[in-house]
């Protein structure tokens, strides 16, 4: 009930403070993205196929005459795409650098997550889907749309360091065969430092989410984890690695109900920039276990572990040219993968 209320009482503040404004302004970003991919699965056929990545959003914002600013976004689509387009809550950004985040807010620890260096390009490859293996940091950081986040402003506590802080809560609907994410509650800090030359970034966070399926077989952990990750910034290099371990509930697309999985992923990369050319190396080892069952631990391994490189140049302002390779080595309950395989990728980005 106590998060119930908080998240009602912040979406009548957002509402109330947006009435007293006359008029918003509009801003307008996006891309396009097109190329040409070539995958060579493990125990496959050789493919090509051409890459159209294309992105439009489109910002709203306005500020008050006391100066707090109230924005929101939306994303358009294609004709006929069956995706989601990302619709935004409200932001509220304090005039002491604070900001609220309200409907759609996110998970606090997601938020703090360290950016680690890996492919610019738009390569692909499969695994099967019942791999669980974790990929990214924030795999155990499930929120629903009902929420709030607040994310402090810089320099709180202690020179360097900003955190966020994050409520949910269920849409109200019964449980069914699949399961539903009921709420949750996360934090996550980012501190910052010099030493010398070097910019030393430290992101963390933990998230633990409740949530609810039916029938006899309850699932014995939700969702929930840790992450950790920091990054060093040394004129045109950049160093990251980051870890995270935790619970997650997934669909292996091989039974009706969804399983939980206990998994942990490292991920490391290098950046460097000389002029107008980029360079990026990345690496990613995911492992986890998953259930058979609704409620059973699994106790068989999934493994992830891919390897990323790619070039970038810039053409001309907006414009960049993108070459960049992967390679992934995964296995399922302990069975090579023979959908993985490498992918490379050539193609050019255009950004507004």
């Known amino acids: 009930m106590k998060k119930e209320l908080l998240i009602g009482t912040a979406l009548v503040s957002t509402l109330g403070a947006a009435s007293v404004a006359e008029a918003v302004t509009a801003t307008m970003s996006g891309n396009h993205e097109t190329g040409i991919r070539f995958n060579s ?3 496959g056929t050789d493919t090509r196929a051409q ?5 439009f959003t489109v910002s709203l914002s306005e500020t008050t005459d006391g100066g707090m600013t109230i924005s929101s976004s939306f994303m358009l689509q ?12 409200f932001t509220l950004a304090f005039t002491d650098g604070s900001k609220l985040d309200v409907l759609n807010a996110g998970n606090a620890s997601g938020s703090h997550d360290i950016s680690i260096p890996g492919s610019a390009g738009n390569e692909s490859v499969t ?6 293996a974790p990929s990214g940091l924030d795999f155990a ?23 966020s802080f994050s409520l949910s809560t269920d849409n109200g609907a019964a449980a069914s065969s699949t399961y539903k994410t009921d709420g949750h509650a996360a934090i996550g800090a980012t501190y910052v430092s010099d030493l010398g030359d070097t910019a030393i970034t430290i992101g963390a966070g933990y998230s633990q989410s409740d949530g609810s399926i039916s029938g006899a ?9 840790v992450h950790v990750g920091i990054s060093a910034v040394t004129g045109d290099l950049t160093v990251a690695v980051g870890f995270a371990d935790g619970d997650s509930i997934a669909s292996t697309g091989t039974a009706t109900n969804d399983v939980q999985v206990d998994g942990e992923v490292v991920k490391a990369g290098v950046k460097y920039v000389s002029g107008d050319l980029t360079f990026n190396v990345g690496a990613v080892s995911g492992s986890a276990k998953d259930s058979a069952t609704v409620g059973t631990a699994g106790t068989t391994e999934d493994s992830y572990d891919k390897t990323s ?9 907006g414009v960049t040219a993108i070459l960049g390779y992967s390679d992934v080595d995964s296995a399922d309950e302990g069975a090579n993968d023979t959908t993985d395989g490498s992918s490379w990728y050539i193609g050019a980005n255009m950004s507004f």
């Open 141 to 163: 950081t499930d929120a629903t749309v009902f929420g709030v986040e607040y994310h402090t402003a810089s320099d709180f506590l202690a020179d360097g360091l900003s955190m």
């Open 127 to 132: 695994i099967t889907t019942g791999n669980t």
């Open 217 to 225: 077989n309850q699932m014995t952990a939700d969702d929930g984890g």
């Open 41 to 43: 699965p493990t125990g």
């Open 78 to 89: 294609n004709e006929g795409d069956s995706g989601t387009d990302m619709d935004a809550g």
């Open 51 to 55: 890459v159209n990545d294309n992105n």
């Open 309 to 317: 490189a790619s070039v970038s140049y810039a053409v001309a302002s």
